[in-house]
């Protein structure tokens, strides 16, 4: 199989367009459950191997909240959403309706909030990746962990197997009214036929 890397311009733009989509669907979402003005934008698509990743997310002993969750349906993998912890906690105040600097701890009612940013977050990136697919994928539940980056993306945690093979890394960068951005990372790992299908489809585009 070739190197997803080498992925001509062109089709990581088609990538792009289609975390763009999926961003836009987010803000929606989130504006409506929130009340305030939500944008998203996807400053940086990366395509590395799993254990390349940390070194993309800056320090692998920064503390992160990440929100797992398993693709089922025509495409299988996983998805992971990582926020640093102070975004964690400013999305906590976001979706709950607090002071900013509120969040203390992420206590039940804060894990449950971040799981529901994820479900909705994750949950828009597969439907724009259905549509350009044109295969039925379905989310699970999420779960949420709260660690060192580094640890998060141990196997212990994603079960990921031996097949450790491509992760599609999408910046994303949220704006709440006029305040300063928020950065976090969604990403895509698919199972090694799930990747195969999704690289098919963008060596067409």
Not at 17 to 39: D, K, P
């Amino acid at each position: 199989m070739e190197d997803v890397r080498d992925l001509k311009e062109l089709q990581i733009d088609a990538l792009r367009e289609v975390a763009n989509i999926g961003a836009g669907h987010a803000a929606t979402a989130l504006s409506q459950m929130t009340n305030r003005r939500i944008m998203i934008s996807v400053p940086r698509i990366n395509i590395a191997r799993l254990e390349e990743v940390p070194d993309l997310l800056g320090n692998p002993q920064d503390v992160v909240a990440a929100v797992l969750m398993h693709m089922l349906g025509d495409l299988t993998g996983r998805t992971l959403l990582l926020f640093p912890e102070r975004v964690g906690r400013r999305l906590c105040d976001m979706l709950l309706r607090r002071a900013p600097g509120s969040t203390g701890a992420f206590d039940a009612i804060e894990q449950s909030a971040l799981k529901e940013a994820g479900n909705i977050l994750s949950g828009a990136y597969m439907n724009a990746l259905s549509d350009f697919m044109g295969m039925l994928l379905l989310p699970s539940v999420p779960s949420l962990v709260v660690d060192l980056s580094a640890a998060v993306l141990t196997t212990t945690y994603l079960n990921f197997g031996h097949d450790r093979d491509f992760v599609f890394c999408v910046e994303t960068e949220f704006h709440i009214d006029s305040e300063e951005g928020l950065r976090g990372h969604f990403l895509l790992l698919p199972d090694l036929a799930s990747l195969r299908a999704i690289f098919d489809a963008i060596r067409v585009t």
